[in-house]
């Protein structure tokens, strides 16, 4: 399947930068695959490869991350790709360029998930240099939230981010309760099956490979009395709980018309984008897939939707907690582990 579309590249006169037109343009997207690593990714695998060619750069599906028993669709890896595709749209936006995406352009090599190829320079929006910041300091916050509730225009702006093809309902108090069941039950499930705890405790170990895995830092110290629960990680953390709730949290549901690889590529965009939106405006962003990994539970999310669309992933917005310090960053793998510049070498500076 092949599905073609240019980055956005919004203009405006008095909050413009512009760029250095000389960069070669072998750096220009060796610095992209780079800054996207710092995408969000489940148990934080980071599933991708990114090749960087004369003319192009490269998403590949790096499959010896994937989760065989959680994810056996690789419907998760897909998001987590999506998000580190945006995330490279927009670093190269941010260096001035425009990008033609070639999505899943070769039926015959499914692993092949992107081609990007740079189009023209264009000044630099002040909103787009703002993503980036936003990319630097996005993280994961598992704690419960505060009581404080999320601004409505928030709301508002996070929605709108994920742009047309994917859409993102806000889920009323009867369909939070529904959620919180169907979470329930996927816990349980997965709490059942010894190969997705044994997948667990290996992303939550110390055997992971460098850079990769969720530390006991970033885990909470104890499970949070919260109407929607989160994810027993097996392990107990570092990270303190508090005294939050999740009843001033917004529940969504990111969702589309098809329920395949191409669609679950831009669910992982749309996810990118409105979470990097919600950090510039000062909103924590928890992403709960554990729903959408079982085959019952994710039906019961598409009732939800009154069986108008497929479920791609669950998100909770809300105001962090003062009462603690925040988790810090998740690692992320060592650039030349991700991004293979072997073709290019010598041409990058």
């Known amino acids: 399947m092949d599905d073609t579309t240019t980055a956005d590249t919004e203009t405006t006169t008095s909050t413009e930068t512009t760029t250095s037109t000389d960069r070669p343009l072998a750096a220009v997207l060796a610095e992209a695959a780079a800054a996207a690593g710092y995408a969000p990714s489940v148990h934080n695998t980071q599933p991708w490869q990114w090749r960087v060619r004369p003319q192009a750069l ?3 599906a790096a499959r010896d991350r994937q989760l065989p028993a959680t994810d056996p669709d690789g419907r998760l890896l897909m998001l987590s790709c999506g998000a580190a595709l945006h995330h490279a749209r927009v670093a190269l936006a941010a260096q001035g360029w425009t990008a033609q995406v070639h999505r899943l352009p070769d039926p015959d090599d499914p692993d092949l998930l992107a081609v990007l190829r740079l189009t023209e320079q ?3 929006p002040a909103d787009t240099m703002r993503l980036v910041q936003a990319m630097r300091v996005r993280h994961t916050d598992r704690r419960p939230v505060s009581d404080e509730p999320v601004p409505v225009a928030s709301v508002t702006a996070i929605t709108a981010a994920t742009g047309a093809t994917v859409r993102m309902q806000i889920l009323s108090s009867d369909q939070v309760m529904l959620l919180a069941a169907a979470a329930s039950r996927a816990e349980e499930l997965a709490s059942e099956d010894p190969q997705i705890r044994g997948e667990l405790d290996y992303w939550t170990g110390l055997g992971t490979p460098a850079g990769t895995g969720l530390p006991e830092q970033v885990l ?4 949070a009395q919260t109407t929607v629960p989160g994810r027993d990680f097996g392990r107990a ?3 303190p709980v508090g005294g939050g709730h999740d009843r001033a949290a917004v529940y969504t549901l990111l969702f589309g018309d098809d329920d395949d690889p191409s669609s ?6 749309a ?4 979470w990097l939106t919600a950090t510039e405006l000062g909103i924590s962003v928890v992403p709960l897939s554990g729903a959408v990994e079982a085959t019952s539970t994710r039906q019961t999310l598409r009732h939800i939707l009154a069986d108008l669309g497929y479920p791609y992933l669950v998100l909770r917005l809300g105001i962090a907690s003062p009462d603690h310090a925040g988790p810090p960053h998740t690692p992320r793998m060592p650039t030349a582990q991700v991004v293979d510049t072997s073709e290019v070498r010598g041409t990058e500076s």
């Open 122 to 124: 264009i000044p630099v």
């Open 271 to 274: 996810l990118s984008a409105s």
């Open 58 to 60: 490269e998403l590949r």
């Open 220 to 223: 909470p110290e104890q499970s």
């Open 237 to 239: 953390g570092t990270l």
């Open 264 to 269: 679950w590529l831009a669910a992982g965009e």
